[in-house]
């Protein structure tokens, strides 16, 4: 079964750090999504992307965070100068035609800002 | 009302025990519901779409009442592979669109 593939799956980064998550979506999708889960709190949404471009994005998302596509395969998070409160579960997620269909997540990259 | 707002559990039971889970959702707009199993430290995994008044799915049951904004899940002869934290999800279409994510509630289910 295709699946949502991450790396690294665990980081760890002192503060004031780049970081630079990855995502391979599944081939045919066309909508990607990154998502944060801090330890013990809910799943929240960061950032949807589709046709090259933001199509919406959370509070959460301010300047220190990007998200690009620079081929057409990759897909990636940069948080420009990491925080201690950056330390989470990053989920990238993919889906054929948005929210109308099944949104597949992968297995998550942890990051730890130390 | 909070966007997405769950029973805060932990839910703990025997073997065989039916258990039900709700949740409210604040968005009238809302058309489809989800509910995602999480394991710990692991992704979401999708467990059951609700688009009308209810699915079943072995087990496991979703029902979906509009009027009252309400969700539930119910999971009928617990197995011990069913401990997990169990997702309420609500789609919102403004602009590009997102899933928000209940906080979850945990279920153990004891031999």
């Known amino acids: 079964e295709p699946e949502v593939t991450q790396t690294p799956s665990h980081q760890v980064t002192q503060m004031g750090q780049e970081v630079i998550l990855r995502c391979v979506p599944i081939?045919?999708?066309?909508?990607f999504y990154w998502y944060r889960q801090i330890l013990g709190q809910k799943v929240e949404f960061l950032v949807s992307?589709?046709?090259?471009?933001?199509?919406?994005k959370s509070e959460i998302f301010d300047d220190q965070f990007s998200v690009e596509r620079p081929d057409g395969s990759n897909f990636t998070l940069k948080i420009r100068s990491t925080k201690l409160e950056d330390s989470a579960m990053y989920f990238c997620?993919?889906?054929?035609?948005?929210?109308?269909?099944?949104?597949?997540f992968g297995e998550g990259s942890w990051l730890t800002v130390v | 009302r909070k966007e997405v707002e769950q029973d805060p559990g932990p839910f703990n039971v025997p073997e065989g025990a039916t258990v039900a889970f709700n949740c409210t959702y604040s968005?009238?707009?809302?058309?489809?519901f989800f509910w995602y199993r999480q394991d710990c430290r692991k992704e979401p995994k999708l467990l059951m779409s609700?688009?009308?008044s209810g699915n079943e799915d072995g087990r496991f049951t979703a029902q979906l009442n509009r009027a009252s904004q309400y969700i539930s899940l119910l999971i009928r002869d617990s197995k011990l592979s069913d401990s997990a934290t169990y997702l309420c999800?609500?789609?919102?279409?403004?602009?590009?669109?997102?899933?928000?994510f209940g906080q979850g509630t945990e279920l153990s289910v004891k031999p």
């Open positions: 609700v688009y009308s």
């Open positions: 968005n009238s707009a809302s058309q489809s």
């Open positions: 999800v609500v789609p919102f279409y403004n602009q590009g669109g997102k899933l928000i």
């Open positions: 997620a993919s889906s054929p035609s948005g929210l109308k269909d099944t949104i597949y």
């Open positions: 992307f589709y046709n090259n471009e933001i199509s919406e």
């Open positions: 081939s045919n999708h066309l909508y």
